[in-house]
């Protein structure tokens, strides 16, 4: 796992202090239970391709505050976020949140976690 700065930790703390975060187990339930809700994979593009969730869209963390509202209009959209660990998600949300988008959730552990527990992956 990538060592992260001091500087990065902290705005990231400070925005996992104002975002809802939930469990990769809570997202696969949410799938599985067929809820409706809007999956968005945050990441490069490159990381994007070689392997995402079912069903998640790309907007990435560069991009997402200039794409959002042409993207996702109803700003009470229930959406997840989600990268590699839970660190850009968390600030995209935290974004998110700062443009009036009120039903955002951070996938805490990411992919990464999402892989560990052998759940499906697409192309």
């Not at 560069?62 to 990268?83: N, Q």
């Given at each position: ?40 994979d ?39 976020l ?42």
């Amino acid at each position: 796992m990538a060592k992260h700065t001091p500087r990065f930790l902290q705005i990231v703390n400070e925005a996992k202090s104002r975002v809802k975060e939930c469990t990769v187990d809570d997202v696969k339930a949410k799938l599985d239970k067929g809820e409706k809700f809007l999956l968005i994979d945050v990441r490069e593009e490159s990381e994007y391709a070689s392997g995402h969730v079912p069903g998640a869209i790309h907007i990435g963390k560069g991009v997402i505050e200039r794409d959002i509202e042409t993207k996702v209009p109803d700003t009470a959209t229930p959406i997840v976020l989600y990268c590699g660990g839970g660190f850009r998600s968390a600030l995209a949300a935290d974004a998110l949140q700062k443009m009036g988008y009120t039903n955002i959730i951070s996938m805490d552990g990411g992919i990464r976690d999402w892989r560990a527990k052998q759940y499906p992956l697409t192309q």
